[in-house]
């Protein structure tokens, strides 16, 4: 149980375009979900924390027009890179909560986005 | 700010080892701790997480974690590893973040390599 699913896997995408990445919980209702970047050995960094129904809330320097978040339903939320240029280019990670923010989270695979 | 770290970038074990991995983090307040694992090409999984209660907590496949709140630390541990246990492992803390919301702060992780 408590499976998260992230699509796609891996995206490569020209300067300038837009990306979207979903992320859904395929066997329980997800009241909070999260997204993550990763940086090569480095550790997972908070972007932000999303509600369903509800406005994202991002971290401190996260830019919430380039990286928009959408909760819109209990199983799915949605990470659009806008306008994407190659600083953006990381492993973007979801993570799914069934109960309260300090609840376990249980992960994605995550999604490699090279951004040329 | 809260900050979690793991003291070993790269463990290196024959089978049949005895195993610890450490975690130590910065936060004055309540926290709820948790250890990730992630196998070669996988996603992150939970192993075992504290809430509250009895400070030595046991997991999935024979790991177990103390919780030394004087010590401020949570460290891994496993009386015999296996080559199936070779994998990044993360500590994490929930804590309150900047805004006032709790938020998971990951360590850098601990790269564990077992020899056959």
């Known amino acids: 149980g408590a499976v998260v699913s992230q699509h796609p896997s891996w995206v490569i995408c020209k300067s300038g375009t837009s990306v979207k990445i979903e992320c859904r919980s395929l066997d329980f209702q997800a009241t909070t979900m999260f997204w993550y970047r990763q940086f090569p050995k480095q550790s997972l960094m908070l972007m932000a924390t999303s509600n369903e129904g509800s406005k994202a809330t991002y971290e401190q320097g996260v830019e919430k027009d380039k990286f928009l978040i959408n909760h819109a339903s209990l199983t799915l939320s949605t990470l659009t890179v806008t306008s994407a240029h190659p600083e953006d280019s990381s492993f973007y990670i979801c993570?799914?909560?069934?109960?309260?923010?300090?609840?376990?989270?249980?992960f994605g695979p995550g999604t490699r986005l090279t951004v040329l | 700010a809260q900050s979690v770290s793991q003291h070993n970038h790269h463990v290196i074990l024959s089978e049949a080892a005895s195993l610890e991995l450490g975690c130590n983090y910065s936060y004055g307040g309540t926290v709820n701790l948790f250890w990730y694992v992630q196998y070669p090409g996988q996603h992150l999984q939970l192993l075992l997480k504290y809430f509250s209660g009895d400070p030595l907590v046991k997991g999935i496949k024979g790991f177990e974690a103390e919780f030394i709140k004087s010590k401020f630390s949570f460290n891994l541990r496993k009386p015999s590893v296996q080559w199936s246990d070779t994998a990044e492992y993360f500590c994490a803390v929930n804590a309150l973040s900047n805004f006032g919301n709790e938020k998971l702060t990951f360590g850098t992780g601990t790269r564990l390599t077992i020899i056959p």
């Open positions: 993570s799914a909560s069934p109960g309260l923010v300090t609840d376990t989270q249980y």
